[in-house]
């Protein structure tokens, strides 16, 4: 079984920083994508990141670009994105998925995602 655990969120004010971890166990991390989203209060789930199998391969949204960087440690099994120059406008619950296909490219619709962590909290005050 498939387990996705994020860590790393919390209360920053605008224009700080935050590193979101996300923890695989079961399976095989190493040949699957995984990606980073993010919902906030009353909104839909949005993309934000996600990185291919190898890591050769990253994708960002629009409004992340420039800030956001994703990252994945294989040897770890765990997903990073390092978030700079938070915006109000970043707080969401972020979670974390891995692809239903191996050997996946960064994903951007969360359609091509099977597997979600719980979810972690990300507040940026003005």
């Known amino acids: 079984q498939v387990q996705l655990v994020e860590s790393g969120g919390g209360l920053v004010q605008a224009g700080g920083s935050l590193r979101l971890s996300c923890a695989a166990s079961g399976g095989t991390f190493n040949t699957y994508a995984m990606g980073w989203f993010r919902q906030a209060p009353g909104k839909e789930r949005d993309f934000v990141a996600a990185?291919?199998?190898?890591?050769?391969?990253?994708s960002y949204a629009d409004s992340v670009k420039g800030r956001f960087t994703i990252s994945r440690d294989n040897a770890e099994n765990t997903v990073y994105l390092q978030m700079n120059s938070l915006k109000p406008e970043d707080t969401a619950v972020y979670y974390c998925?891995?692809?239903?296909?191996?050997?996946?490219?960064?994903?951007?619709?969360?359609?091509?995602?099977?597997?979600w962590g719980q979810g972690t909290q990300v507040t940026v005050s003005s």
């Open positions: 998925a891995r692809t239903s296909t191996m050997f996946s490219a960064a994903r951007t619709h969360p359609s091509h995602y099977n597997y």
């Open positions: 990185i291919a199998w190898s890591g050769g391969m990253t």
